[in-house]
């Protein structure tokens, strides 16, 4: 697949959740080959259950796609078995649970086997995990519940990446962490992208730090896309800079949606 064709494709998803709960109507993105795409939104809209439909990891929550369709590299993917699509090159690396906390670092990583195709081996993975990562490899002996915030999530990426992904969804990489370490990470993610030709969907609450390295982002709200285009329309766009960019009065405003209500009815009578 050559670099700017299209990678995975969501159509008009729609998720349930215990065949009553509807979480994600009508989602449609596009993520292309060598892209960083985020989907950013406020707490609930939506954001890890679409990861969860894409990567599979549904089921364990009585979730099922009931519309629409997930299709990576032409192929349909949607209600597949999670092992079946990380067969396939589609990592997630979620937003909790993202280690195993009584096994040492060195031993989580062990788990990590490169996918079949995949162009480097374990060793090159793992000694391009330590160059990207080094402070993983002065703590390969601690216990993975011991970790940082910050810790944690390179951890997970790292075991990600010993899979030798195609896509890489990662959602949350900024919880909980200081700003400067959510910057570091972010600028490596872009090096991983452009080193091991990996794609990347990314999904963040913090939309201006992942609107500095995405390439187009969607805005999320109450299961659905309110818009969508590259960073620099994103971000100049006064809407969003009032709603999600910590610009403006956010606080007497309660959504995307009503923002943009407030400016149509501020428009209509002048
Ligand atoms: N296991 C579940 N059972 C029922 N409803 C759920 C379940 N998990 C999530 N939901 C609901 O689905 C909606 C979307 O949740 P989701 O976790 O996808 O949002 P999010 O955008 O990732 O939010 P956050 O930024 O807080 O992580 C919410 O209304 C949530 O309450
Ligand atoms: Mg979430």
Redesign the pocket.
Known sequence: MNNGEVLLNVEKLEVV??NI?T??QGVSLQVRQHQIVAAL??????????LRAISGFLGT???KVTEGKIEFMGNSIQNKPPHAISMKGVLLVP?RDKLFENLTVEENLDVCTPLAGTKLSRKDLLERVYTYFPVLGNLKSRLGGYLSGGERQMLAISSAILCGPILLLI??LSLGLAPLVVEELLNLLKVIRDEQDVTILL?E?NAMAALEIAEYGYI?EN?RIVFAGDPERLKSHQDIQEFYLGQGDRESRKSYRDVKQYRRSRRWYG
């Open positions: 959740y215990h709960s979480a994600v939104g406020v707490n609930g809209a939506g954001k890890t259950t679409t929550d009585d979730a937003e959602d949350e999904v609450q999320m299961g």
